[in-house]
């Protein structure tokens, strides 16, 4: 599996970004898929992650309810919609993919994740 994340920018505090993660590669349905975003001298934190099928969703305490993750299988794409964008959202994003069987439970650990894409830079100003 591939990834190639894209749709970072620059955008106001307040304003919106949709990220997206492209995938190849025929196991892509089979993957759970994790965002995640490191800033300047942090550690890498999650973000959001959805299930292989899409069913599921879970979302980092601080982005609750103003970012939406979701995917669509027939495009191979995971989508990240931002909304409400803040200044100490400004990071790295990554997106990450890993294989699981269809009940596990969504991943959230950096270490469960066996795929990567490059990252994009999204900057929020004051």
């Known amino acids: 599996v591939q990834l190639q994340a894209s749709g970072g920018g620059l955008v106001q505090a307040g304003g919106s970004l949709r990220l997206a993660c492209a995938g190849s590669?025929?196991?892509?349905?089979?993957?759970?898929v994790g965002w995640f975003r490191q800033a300047p001298g942090k550690e890498r934190e999650f973000v959001a992650a959805i299930s292989r099928s899409g069913g599921g969703t879970t979302y980092a305490d601080n982005v609750k309810g103003r970012f939406t993750i979701s995917r669509d299988n027939a495009e191979k794409t995971v989508y990240l919609q931002m909304n409400s964008l803040k200044p100490e959202d400004t990071a790295i994003y990554y997106c990450?993919?890993?294989?699981?069987?269809?009940?596990?439970?969504?991943?959230?650990?950096?270490?469960?994740?066996?795929?990567w894409g490059q990252g994009t830079q999204v900057t929020v100003s004051s």
């Open positions: 590669g025929y196991t892509f349905g089979r993957c759970g």
């Open positions: 990450a993919a890993a294989q699981m069987i269809i009940t596990a439970p969504i991943r959230t650990r950096p270490a469960e994740y066996d795929y």
